[in-house]
């Protein structure tokens, strides 16, 4: 059965957010972007099949603790210190999920000088045009996932009904009506689901929004040997794919 992801959004936000505050379970350096402080959050309003991270996005870690704003960038901020990074991140969940919160993280590493990349599905961007004018006001690197290049498998994929497919799309448009710069975004596509012309409709679609959007980033599933039995379980083994 498939479902909202809004109304899955706003039932996982009352138990990932409180009081401006959100549930975190690790904080690390990563090697993604050439070095990027990352703060691992729990909570998604998709059910992507193969997710890495469904222990925290599908579930919540037992050792996941409520962090304000100010403790989640002053971990963020210590760690590109230590380690010489100019990025920052929260990955692990959706980052939009709890807004204001993500907006006061993105306040406060942006202070300090780190550029945020926000990793996003899109959903809540696409819904609330509100959120993106907020984004474009800050020094924000957005990269939106596309999860495939049809809505029917969209929605096989990631458990939405397929007509949140077009929610990544007016996320991106959103941003550039808000005045986002286009060198600030990137769609990521994940490939291995269609065929070569679903993949080019895709590419001329997001030409449409801005021709520099056609340069995606392509996103290839790692086969981890839970998102591969996930897959197989599912019938959703992509045509494309790398091994661990
Ligand atoms: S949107 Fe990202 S975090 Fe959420 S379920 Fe899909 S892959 Fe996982």
Redesign the pocket.
């Known amino acids: 059965m498939v479902f909202n992801p809004l109304e899955l959004g706003k039932k996982v936000s009352k138990i990932v957010c409180k009081n401006d505050k959100r549930l975190y379970y690790r904080f690390r350096g990563g090697a993604f972007y050439g070095g990027i402080a990352t703060a691992d959050t729990v909570g998604?309003?998709?059910?992507?099949v193969?997710?890495?991270?469904?222990r925290s996005?599908?579930q919540i870690p037992k050792d996941a603790k409520l962090l304000a704003a100010e403790e989640v960038s002053s971990k963020l901020i210590e760690i590109a210190r230590r380690r010489g990074y100019s990025l920052a991140r929260i990955t692990?969940?959706?980052p939009t999920l709890c807004s204001s919160h993500l907006l006061r993280v993105i306040d406060l590493v942006n202070e300090e000088g780190l550029l945020f990349i926000l990793e996003t599905?899109g959903i809540l961007m696409g819904y609330d045009e509100k959120l993106a004018r907020e984004i474009a006001k800050r020094n924000v690197f957005v990269r939106v996932?596309i999860?495939a290049p049809t809505p029917e498998k969209f929605s096989k994929i990631?458990g939405a009904s397929k007509e949140f497919f077009e929610y990544p799309f007016k996320a991106l448009e959103n941003l550039i009506r808000a005045g986002h710069p286009v060198r600030m975004m990137r769609a990521s596509v994940v490939l291995g689901y269609g065929s070569e012309k679903e993949y080019a409709e895709l590419l001329r679609r997001l030409a449409s929004i801005h021709p520099e959007l056609a340069d995606v980033e392509w996103e290839i599933i790692t086969l981890y040997p839970s998102v591969k039995r996930r897959l197989e379980k599912k019938g959703l083994l992509p045509s494309v794919y790398s091994v661990p």
């Open positions: 998604c309003n998709l059910r992507c193969f997710c890495w991270s469904w996005s599908h692990g969940g959706e599905n996932s999860k990631t």
